[in-house]
DNA sequence: AATCATATTATTGTATACAAAAATATTGAC
DNA sequence: GTCAATATTTTTGTATACAATAATATGATT
């Protein structure tokens, strides 16, 4: 019998291959945490969800596992990894550490229009802190912060900085909800800037480097809080 | 007909699935110059040439792509993707500028143990090149790095500026050939030790960073030679 | 001979088939 | 009832089958 199964769906530029498809949208529900660290990502249950065969999905979990958001033990299946208390803390050590690099470079290579658009990020910011629209604000930090990746003169760093960014997302997002953050979040945002303007790289390093450090100090805060009141 | 296939080999603890070690197996060819940039991996022909089937071929090529090592144009195939002039040296900053961060946190984390097997790896370092063997050379120099990566007491950093570094040994390999590069090498590594030894983090961070720095300059004069020698 | 349209072939992406190993259920001995 | 040994089921890993698209060849027209 021959079943006239579509392959793929070519609506304008976007997706082709279902495995890439798949390998993004388990990717977003990784990290928008509708799995549990150890939950197995079983193949045929996707398959299923997915309406496709198991090859695709297979071909996509692949790329779960070398992106690091899951673990293959050989015959028993792929599960999901999500970073513990340390390690997300190890992250963010990192990401303040890259962003620091990012800014050390970019305070000596960064264009006047970048600077301009890092005024109009922190300008919208404000804004979105006044009316209390927190992903508008959320948008613009995005913005703030990938303008200095870029103006590190270095697309390979930038490349990193942003895949470690997307990674810490979910994490960071939750730390922006406490109280008078926002605002003191975009008080460094201008230090930041005055730092990158002044062309003072050890002074842009060290914001920077105390900017995402201290939403690391926020986010293990709210951990132990989230922690204790389990107990 | 039912044919009797192997499916996998269980040798000791050795790899299980076929595209396990297949992916390894095409990563070292591509990292080894193998291929050729914009080469197109030819399931077809991987898959006789590892005598398997095309399944494993492509979960092995996902992994590539993931990996940035391949290149996927959807419906055309993948393709390896060496890293360019511009890109290499961009790589090379970033590793500079990685292994600094790892020296700055390893200043105040190191542990006496650690220096003395810093200390350690530099003598036999210092043998090695006084008897010109440089694959002896290349591993306690490789010793030495990675245990200033272990010593940022991140870990997560460690991977991600271990990563890099493999990515890069082909290319680093390269101008330790170049004539007293290994002693020059030397000398940066006595002053890394010396400020790692001082807890004087900033020393530390500017002392990596200058030796491999240098180590990027070297290569990219020693590509432009090959670019002039080939007009 | 050059160019465009069509036919042919090759290759990718997905589905299905099947063997090996792991997980689970069942049975039997004590 | 508990534990161990065997049987059954599930699931993984790989091979093969097949449809859709890209690449190439063929041929008609000028």
């Given at each position: 019998m021959i079943v006239a199964h579509v392959?793929?769906?070519?609506?304008?530029?976007?997706?082709?291959r279902h495995a890439d498809r798949i390998a993004d949208a388990l990717e977003e529900l990784v990290f928008t945490g509708q799995f549990n660290d150890g939950d197995r990502l079983d193949e045929i249950r996707l398959a299923k969800q997915f309406g496709v065969s198991r090859t695709p999905i297979r071909e996509a979990l692949q790329r779960l596992v070398v992106s690091g958001i899951a673990e293959q033990l050989p015959r028993r299946g792929v599960f999901v990894r999500q970073p513990g208390p340390v390690e997300l803390m190890e992250m963010f050590e990192t990401m303040a550490e890259i962003e620091a690099v990012c800014g050390r470079l970019a305070a000596r290579r960064i264009s006047d229009a970048a600077l301009a658009e890092l005024d109009q990020a922190n300008r919208l910011c404000r804004e979105a802190v006044s009316s209390h629209d927190t992903d508008a604000y959320y948008l613009e930090n995005e913005r703030f912060h990938h303008t200095i990746y870029a103006q590190s003169g270095n697309s390979y760093l930038a490349g990193q900085a942003l895949r470690l960014h997307r990674r810490l997302k979910p994490f960071r997002r939750l730390q922006l909800?406490?109280?008078?953050r926002m605002a003191q979040s975009m008080a460094e945002h201008e230090e930041i800037v005055a730092a990158l303007k002044a062309g003072d790289d050890q002074r842009a390093a060290s914001a920077l480097r105390d900017h995402v450090g201290i939403q690391g100090e926020k986010f293990r805060h709210l951990m132990m809080e989230l922690r204790t009141a389990a107990e």
């Amino acid at each position: 019998m021959i079943v006239a199964h579509v392959v793929c769906s070519y609506i304008g530029g976007m997706e082709i291959r279902h495995a890439d498809r798949i390998a993004d949208a388990l990717e977003e529900l990784v990290f928008t945490g509708q799995f549990n660290d150890g939950d197995r990502l079983d193949e045929i249950r996707l398959a299923k969800q997915f309406g496709v065969s198991r090859t695709p999905i297979r071909e996509a979990l692949q790329r779960l596992v070398v992106s690091g958001i899951a673990e293959q033990l050989p015959r028993r299946g792929v599960f999901v990894r999500q970073p513990g208390p340390v390690e997300l803390m190890e992250m963010f050590e990192t990401m303040a550490e890259i962003e620091a690099v990012c800014g050390r470079l970019a305070a000596r290579r960064i264009s006047d229009a970048a600077l301009a658009e890092l005024d109009q990020a922190n300008r919208l910011c404000r804004e979105a802190v006044s009316s209390h629209d927190t992903d508008a604000y959320y948008l613009e930090n995005e913005r703030f912060h990938h303008t200095i990746y870029a103006q590190s003169g270095n697309s390979y760093l930038a490349g990193q900085a942003l895949r470690l960014h997307r990674r810490l997302k979910p994490f960071r997002r939750l730390q922006l909800r406490l109280r008078g953050r926002m605002a003191q979040s975009m008080a460094e945002h201008e230090e930041i800037v005055a730092a990158l303007k002044a062309g003072d790289d050890q002074r842009a390093a060290s914001a920077l480097r105390d900017h995402v450090g201290i939403q690391g100090e926020k986010f293990r805060h709210l951990m132990m809080e989230l922690r204790t009141a389990a107990e």
